[in-house]
């Protein structure tokens, strides 16, 4: 039986070394996770076939609809070993950043990106380990050597990562590793794919044709973490499937104090078009040893559900915690508190003109309007595609959205949507019997009852599979 939604906000949780087994993830599963994450930045492909094999298992056994994230690496820059794993360095210090491998020190340290000294200018900011050190660049070579200025910090560590907020970076999105790595997730049943540091449209849409080509259906989830990205975000929202704001990255790289808004607006604009947007980072950081969350962490994840989104990701929490299952267990009580002050205010898109799906939208848009309007207990879809459940969730409605698939693969891929329930349903005659055939499922798995209104919305004739055409208001028998 596919397990009660609590809430309408779904949370992503990352696997790792403490809930890589099926015991643990079935428990995870069961206390309220709706996505897997797998971070290709760590582990071989066999440790992430096991979990992928252990999801699907899951999925069988219990008429779970869990999807899978596959989230790339993406081009990570880094400095290499540093002598005795720490150097002391002080403010007016004078630093050389090279391309020769090499064990660090005062004259030389070595920069994994290749293009380091032709991208960087005189006066742009480096920051190495999450800001924690400030650099500017004083001179470059254009080839191999960087001589940088220490602003600020104390001591610089081995394999710390480096963000170049000023500097327009050569890198392709797709490393060779993430080539490789992209070859093996096209082999497997995963849902999502996540594109790391995204400067433009043109990067996802290079990912979904590499994606087509191998004839998958996996849909694209682009990560916001660069300040050309949130420049560039409309563009990037219209070609993606989903967004990621990743706030880890992205907060060292644009002013912290702009980050909220810049979380509102990503939300606010993926809503208006119909992309799931996922808030990551830090959620409950504490938690991966503490058993409760801090205040700041829960008042953090109550405003991202306020704001809007889709869902949370957890990341170290699950991954490596000391207790993933009470993590999850505490951001479902702060979601389903959090969700009794949620209102759109207002801020419910309305479908536009210009869409090539307008009509369908109108239906869409309606559909949550009259829900509302009317007091209905749910609204009721079927798609192939995964546009219904895609549009209705985008407009918000104050009931529960039942989506029916015939597709095992969309039914995860829809498990990302805010306040969306799957089900797996395949028989299709005409549309009134298909409609008390699911009325009736819904019925026997307690979540209607005869007396219930309902909406439902579907495409006329039914067996077309066409767009959505038809809005029904109706009371359950």
């Not at 309220?32 to 440790?47: M, T, W, Y």
């Not at 210090?93 to 000294?117: H, R």
């Not at 536009?352 to 559909?367: E, G, M, P, W």
Request: hydrophobic residues 40%.
């Amino acid at each position: 039986m596919v397990p009660y939604l609590k809430h309408n906000t779904k949370i992503v949780a990352t696997v790792g070394p403490a809930c890589n087994t099926y015991e643990t993830l079935l428990e995870l599963a069961q206390t309220g996770v709706h996505i897997f994450r797998l971070n290709f930045s760590h582990g071989s492909h066999a440790d992430h076939q096991k979990v992928i094999d252990i999801i699907q298992q899951l999925n069988r056994e219990y008429d779970f609809h869990l999807g899978i994230l596959a989230d790339l690496q993406g081009p990570k820059l880094r400095i290499g070993k540093i002598e005795n794993n720490e150097l002391l360095i002080r403010p007016g210090d004078e630093l050389t950043f090279v391309n020769e491998n090499c064990l660090g020190n005062m004259d030389k340290i070595y920069m994994s990106y290749p293009q380091f000294a032709s991208d960087v200018q005189p006066g742009e900011k480096v920051l190495v380990d999450d800001g924690k050190i400030v650099l500017e660049v004083i001179d470059t070579n254009g080839t191999d050597r960087v001589k940088l200025k220490v602003l600020f910090g104390n001591v610089l560590s081995s394999n710390k990562g480096v963000n170049l907020p000023d500097t327009k970076v050569s890198l392709p999105c797709l490393t060779e590793k993430d080539l490789i790595d992209l070859d093996f997730i096209l082999t497997q049943p995963v849902n999502w794919i996540a594109l790391s540091f995204v400067r433009s449209a043109s990067d996802i849409l290079d990912l979904k044709a590499r994606i087509e080509a191998k004839n998958h259906e996996a849909k694209v989830l682009a990560k916001i973490e660069k300040p050309e990205a949130v420049k560039r975000i409309k563009k990037i929202i219209k070609a993606s499937n989903a967004i990621m704001i990743a706030r880890g990255d992205l907060a060292v790289e644009v002013p912290m104090e702009k980050l909220p808004g810049i979380q509102k607006q990503i939300i606010n604009l993926c809503m208006q078009w119909a992309r799931p947007v996922i808030v990551a980072t830090q959620m409950m950081e504490s938690m991966i040893h503490n058993p409760s969350p801090t205040r700041a962490e829960i008042t953090d994840v109550a405003n991202a559900v306020l704001d809007g989104a889709d869902a949370l990701m957890l990341s170290g929490e699950t991954s490596v915690g000391d207790h993933p299952a009470k993590v999850i267990e505490a951001m479902n009580k702060i979601i389903c508190e959090a969700e009794k002050s949620y209102s759109l205010q207002d801020r419910r898109p309305s479908p536009t003109k210009k869409s090539r799906t307008f009509l369908s939208d109108v239906i869409c848009f309606n559909a949550a309007k009259t829900a509302e309007e009317v007091g209905a207990k749910a609204i009721l879809g079927l798609t192939s595609s995964g546009y219904t459940g895609f549009k209705v969730s985008s407009f918000r409605p104050n009931c529960k959205i039942y989506i029916f698939s015939e597709k095992s693969q969309m039914l995860g891929t829809m498990n990302l949507l805010w306040g969306v329930q799957c089900f797996e349903y395949t028989k299709y005659t005409t549309t009134d019997e298909t409609f008390t055939d699911i009325t009736n499922i819904l019925k026997g798995q307690q979540l209607l009852e005869s007396g219930d209104l309902i909406i439902q919305t579907a495409s006329m004739p039914i067996h077309q599979r066409h767009r959505t055409n038809m809005l029904k208001v109706c009371t359950v028998e």
